[in-house]
Structure formats: structure tokens, C-alpha cells
């Protein structure tokens, strides 16, 4: 992707260096630059380098080893054009390689190490950058939960008056894209596009000092940032050693900065989404471990009865179909009489993808491959298994070592067996199990990093399973599943009781990780209630749910039995149905404070929806500008539900009043006409509204 010409040349009006500088050093500026870039690489001459735009400044990045910077006995800089060289001669032979180029779009730093025997647990080729000109700072979780946020920059007071003990130093880690706000929009992304051999973390914090009786007075505060690789005390043939190479990209619009980073990483993968986006039935939240085939009839014949027919593509039994994780091909028989095969035929017969669900790395203490493979777990450094899941109701769940090639090769078995009755659909859950920082674990086959190994079980499972079936990766990392899975959970599971750490946090991370959704994999907000069997959540809440997740667009799915809806609640159902083309909803306020959450769609010709959804506890009233929804001054508008709609005129301003946990939909349009009733909310007539 290329900058506009006009935002070009204004960024390219580059401020200089004037703070974070060490009072030893002088800045050696580049005077050349790319000129499609308005961002670029400075070296200085104490061996330090930085990167500027127009607004936002890293200043004195330093290579570190193990949290502390390196203390070369030499080091060399070579500039030019796009950045330079930097070659830092360390002690015993070893180097460190700092190269700082540019792409067509992105300022790019490669790092290697060269003659280490053995590399550090942690490599930071660019530590302790000074931030400059940042207001907020933009933090993606490691995966599923997040925590994911664009944040304002901590800043206390100038005085504090509290005798004891208070915060004033903050740290957080965010992965897979990262990056730093002003207070003009200027948004700089950070962050490595190959994460298949070493984990790569960014670390934002701030380093005060304060003076006077309970620490009165701020003396300083300053924010810096790490970018660092896991790489986990690995042995190498004192060679060179490369990291991924790590892109810095910069923008005017945060949201739109964030999805091309998105786009360069999918498009630097070779991934292209080849499923359409998921529409199904998952048994969990009914019923959990005690689905069995009597539920399964009646769902498959309650489908059948209804007229048309909901076009949903799979069937999805999830836990409880087996007798102990590990033991995954050991079928409940009790649950499934006719045979557990032979009920993956009955939802292929019926003309639907048959799902599963599995927990790779689990397995139970009472499950055969625990007690005939004790040295298929995983380890602790002295010796110890290591429990994961300590239960002692259901009994004990521990960690498969996927470094045992025995263990590795069973688990390819049960892929295989799978695939071979049938199933088309994959959730593959608790995957973060995986993934453990080879420090800190004893493998059965050391020699590898934590991303090498959960690499190999991510690549073998995608070859099992198929390129045309579908995966959905829960519980799951983000970095290493790029280009493996279909979909990746994002957020906490969602319960059958609002809360802030269930549906606080689906709502949370879905709005955060919304840039990442139909790009580098379809994002699943987890489950949708539509009320047909006992919860705690309200008609107005269910409501929420179904069309915060419609107008997503990533992963739609429900427990509920279609016969068993309200014909309004099918009708919602109905309603959500996603197009079978890839489409998401744009977050207008992704970076900002707003009082509702607020997802907006846009259709042909000029019309769209807009939802706004209140997923805080108490009632709240919020005034928007059609300029700041849209970005047009005034439009026609709607209330908005299946097959109605109410006309409420034409608005530059909309006023909204919603209760704790509603929302409202809204159509729009250029002119005064109403939708099709039949039109769904992806902008596409639907069957049965």
C-alpha cells in the first residue's frame, strides 16, 4: 500500500531530535530518505539509533542482552540512504548486526547475533527507546483474552500527598503489532511479520524519579519501549544467527495504519482466507460434556423441519465425546450407542459440515496415554510433571511434549483418524499449552524454541486436516497461528451471566483485534445466546450479542436448537446470516474515548448500519456526528430490526440513550428509503426474513 501523495509530503517535514538524547552523544541524521516513506532511521554517533515522523519519535535504541544494554569494546556504523549498518564487536568474537533499511512501505530492522555458542533467553536489538510526541499507546495481548487496549500514556501528577505506598512506574508487553499514538492521530505500528521461530515481544514502560517527604514531587518521567525475540538459551554452531526482520509503518488514521500492518503481514505469509465466514452450531454451551446422540437427533431433525432451510455449513460437537483428554479416540460409547462414527455420517448425511472439538496438548491423569507414556508430558526443569489443570473432582490434566517424537507421531494419528471419518471442521482449544519457553520447561528432545515446537504441531495438524477444512485455533496464541488457522478465538468464553470478564471482555477485545478480522484469520467473539434454553441474560442482552457479533463479521455461531427459538429470535438468527464473502464492520472510534461502542457497516450506494452498544452497568446517553459515524455531514436513518424499520429523518447528529447491556441498530441512507425487509445485516437479502 502507498501513502497519499499530499500526506507524503506533509510527514516528509520531518522535526528533529531534541530530547532522551545522552549529553555524550551527537545525533548523525540521515539527509536521505525514501521519498514514498514519511518515516525514518537516524544513527548517532554513540552507537545508538532512532526513528522519526512527522509527530512521533523513538529516540537512543540500544541493543540488550538479557534486560541490560550490551557494553560493546567497538562498534561500527555504515550510513546511506534508507538507514544503515551498525556492527557492535562484543567480547569473545561475538557481534551484534543492527541493519536498518526500508521497504516499499514500512522502515524495516534486521538483527543477527554472530559467534554466540549459545544465545541469550532474551535478545532486545532495539532496547530503552525515549518516546517522543506519544499520548497513547496501542497494546495487542498475546491471544485469546487479551488483555488488548489503545491506551492514554500513565501520567500521574505533579504532587502527590499519600503517605504509604503508590504506583508511579508502569510496564506493558503487547505482541504481534504494536504501537504508539499523538495527539493529531499520527500512529506509528511496530512489529515482526514471521513469528515461527522465535516469539516477538514489544514492552512499553516509564523509568520516574520523585523527591520530597511520601515522594511529593516528580523529579522525572519518560516512556521508553523494548522490541525483544525470545530466543531462549538455544545452542548454535557459533555462526550468524538472523531474528525476523521487524517493520515500523506510520499513518494519519490509527485504525487504517493497524489493518495495512495486518495486510503486510498477510500478504508477507503468502495467506489469502480461503473459507467463507463460519455460520454454525456448536453443542457446548447447552449441554457441555453431556451432549450425546439423542441431542444430536433432535437438533439435525429440527433443522430439517424448518422452512427454508437455515443455511448454517456445520455441526460442531464439542467436549465430552470421548472418555479422557488424550484419550481421543477412546469414543462414550454410553453417549453414543450407534457408534460415534456413525453420528459424524448422520450430520454429513444431513447435508452440513461435521465439527470437532479437541484439546491437543491435555491429557488426564486417568487416560491411557498418561499411564502407559509418563515421557510423553512435559517436564519441569527438575524433574516434576508439569499440571496445568489441577482438578480434584475430575482428576488432574497435564501437558503432552510434543518434542517426544512417540507423542507427536500419536497426535498425528488422531489428526488423521479424524479426517478420515469425516470431520470437516476443527476447534482446536487450550492451545496455549503448547506454547513454553524452553528455559523454563525440560523437553523430552531439547534444541528448539517455544515457537519451533508448537511451529511443528501447528504444520503437521494443518497437513492432516486438510487446506479445505476448517480451524478454528481457541485458547490460543496470535503470532505462531498466522497462516494455519481459519479462525482464532479472541476473547474470554462468554457466560450465561453478563460480566465484565466475560462479555466486558468479548466486546473489549473484538473492537481492539477488529483490524486484524478477515485479514490474517476470521476472529470469533465466542458463542451467541438466542435464548431457547435457561440463562441469566436478558432479551436485551441476547439481542446484543447476536448483532455486536453479526456486525463483526467473523464467526458466527450458536448452542441454542433452531426449532426451539422464538419466531423472533429465529428470525434474528436469520437476520446475522454472514455473506459468503469476507466482510468487516469499520470501528470509527477505535482509538478514541466513546462513551457506547460503535460499529458501522456499509452497503452499495450509499447505504449502511450502525450499531451502538452499551456494555457497561448503568444507562448512558451519547451525541454523534454523522460527520465522525460516516464521514459525511447528514444521512437518512432507520431504527432498525429484522424485516422493520422506523424512519427517524435526516441527521448530522444522532442522539443515542441506551440501558445497561442494549444496543440499538440504525440504517442509513443518502435518500428517504427504507431497507428491503428482507435485507440482512450484511447488506444482502436473506431467505426467511
Not at 457466560?495 to 484469520?521: C, F, K, P
Not at 429470535?569 to 468487516?584: D, G, Q, T
Request: glycine share 8%; with cysteine.
Amino acid at each position: 500500500m502507498k501513502f497519499s501523495t499530499r500526506i507524503c509530503l506533509f510527514l516528509l517535514t520531518l522535526i528533529g531530535l531534541s530530547q532522551c538524547k545522552p549529553k555524550t552523544s551527537n545525533s548523525v541524521e540521515n539527509k536521505t530518505t525514501l521519498p514514498t516513506l514519511p518515516i525514518a532511521w537516524q544513527l548517532n554517533k554513540d552507537g545508538s539509533f532512532g526513528v522519526k515522523s512527522a509527530t512521533l519519535q523513538i529516540q537512543n535504541f540500544y541493543p540488550q542482552i538479557e534486560g541490560q544494554a550490551i557494553r560493546p569494546l567497538s562498534f561500527k556504523i555504515d550510513s546511506n540512504a534508507s538507514g544503515g549498518q551498525i556492527v557492535y564487536q562484543l567480547e569473545s568474537n561475538k557481534q551484534i548486526i543492527i541493519s536498518l533499511d526500508a521497504d516499499s512501505n514500512s522502515l524495516t530492522l534486521a538483527a543477527s547475533l554472530k559467534g554466540y555458542v549459545q544465545l541469550p533467553e532474551y535478545f532486545c536489538p532495539a532496547g530503552a527507546g525515549c518516546i517522543q510526541g506519544a499520548d497513547r499507546i496501542f497494546k495487542q495481548g498475546l491471544g485469546f483474552g487479551g488483555p488488548s487496549a489503545i491506551m492514554p500514556i500513565p501520567r500521574s501528577g505533579n504532587r502527590v500527598d499519600v503517605n504509604g505506598l503508590h504506583e508511579h512506574v508502569w510496564s506493558y508487553d503487547s505482541y504481534l503489532a504494536s504501537g504508539i499514538l499523538a495527539a493529531d492521530n499520527q500512529t506509528m505500528a511496530i512489529g515482526a511479520y514471521d513469528h515461527h521461530q522465535y516469539v516477538q515481544r514489544t514492552t512499553f514502560y516509564n523509568k520516574q524519579t520523585r523527591f520530597g517527604l511520601v515522594d511529593r514531587w516528580e523529579a522525572m518521567n519518560k516512556e521508553f519501549i523494548d522490541i525483544a525475540f525470545s530466543t531462549e538459551n538455544m545452542n548454535t554452531n557459533g555462526g550468524e544467527v538472523k531474528m525476523p526482520t521487524v517493520h515500523l509503518t506510520t499513518g494519519k488514521v490509527p485504525f487504517d495504519v493497524f489493518q495495512n500492518f495486518a495486510k503486510n503481514i498477510a500478504q508477507d505469509n503468502n495467506l489469502t482466507l480461503k473459507q467463507t465466514p463460519a455460520y454454525h452450531w456448536c453443542s457446548w454451551y447447552e449441554t457441555q460434556k453431556e451432549f450425546n446422540e439423542t441431542v444430536l437427533n433432535d437438533v439435525l431433525n429440527g433443522l430439517d423441519k424448518i422452512t427454508p432451510k437455515i443455511p448454517i455449513q456445520t455441526v460442531q460437537i464439542d467436549d465430552g465425546y470421548f472418555t479422557y483428554y488424550g484419550d481421543w479416540l477412546n469414543f462414550d460409547t454410553v453417549k453414543f450407542p450407534s457408534g460415534f462414527e456413525n453420528n459424524v455420517t448422520k450430520i454429513k448425511a444431513a447435508g452440513y459440515r461435521p465439527g470437532v472439538w479437541i484439546g491437543p496438548f491435555m491429557v488426564h491423569e486417568k487416560s491411557d496415554v498418561f499411564k502407559q507414556h509418563p515421557d510423553w508430558i512435559l517436564h519441569h526443569p527438575d524433574g516434576k510433571l508439569v499440571l496445568e489443570w489441577e482438578n480434584a473432582q475430575e482428576g488432574n490434566v497435564y501437558i503432552l511434549d510434543s518434542s517426544n517424537p512417540e507423542a507427536f507421531a500419536y497426535l498425528r494419528s488422531v489428526f488423521k483418524k479424524l479426517k478420515a471419518m469425516g470431520f470437516a471442521y476443527y476447534k482446536t482449544d487450550f492451545m496455549d499449552w503448547g506454547l513454553r519457553n524452553s528455559v523454563k520447561y525440560k523437553r523430552h528432545t531439547p534444541g528448539k524454541t517455544s515457537a519451533q515446537y508448537f511451529n511443528e504441531v501447528l504444520q503437521m495438524i494443518r497437513e492432516e486436516i486438510g487446506a479445505e477444512s476448517f480451524w478454528l485455533g481457541c485458547i490460543m496464541p496470535f503470532p505462531p497461528a498466522i497462516g494455519y488457522v481459519d479462525a482464532i478465538r479472541n476473547s474470554n468464553d462468554v457466560g450465561t451471566t453478563w460480566s465484565a470478564d466475560s462479555h466486558g471482555n468479548m466486546i473489549q477485545e473484538s473492537m481492539v483485534t477488529q483490524y486484524s478480522n478477515n485479514i490474517l484469520w476470521q476472529t470469533d467473539p465466542d458463542v451467541l445466546y438466542m435464548n431457547s434454553f435457561k440463562t441469566m441474560l436478558t432479551p436485551a442482552e441476547c439481542n446484543t450479542l447476536a448483532l455486536f457479533d453479526g456486525m463483526l463479521g467473523g464467526v458466527t455461531n450458536t448452542s441454542d436448537r433452531f426449532h426451539n427459538m422464538s419466531k423472533e429470535n429465529l428470525m434474528l438468527w436469520r437476520f446475522i446470516e454472514p455473506s459468503k464473502k469476507h466482510s468487516s464492520a469499520i470501528v470509527p472510534f477505535w482509538d478514541k474515548e466513546s462513551a457506547l461502542k460503535v460499529l458501522v457497516r456499509n452497503y452499495e450506494k450509499g447505504a449502511g448500519a450502525v450499531l451502538f452498544t452499551n456494555d457497561k452497568d448503568v444507562a448512558i446517553t451519547a451525541t454523534y456526528s454523522v460527520q465522525q459515524l460516516v464521514g459525511k455531514a447528514e444521512k437518512y436513518f432507520f431504527q432498525w430490526q429484522p424485516s422493520i424499520s422506523k424512519s427517524v429523518g435526516i441527521k448530522s447528529e444522532l442522539t443515542v440513550t441506551l440501558q445497561a447491556h442494549q444496543s440499538i441498530l440504525y440504517y442509513m441512507a443518502d435518500e428517504e428509503v427504507a431497507p428491503n425487509p428482507a435485507l440482512g445485516l450484511y447488506g444482502e437479502i436473506v431467505k426467511g426474513l
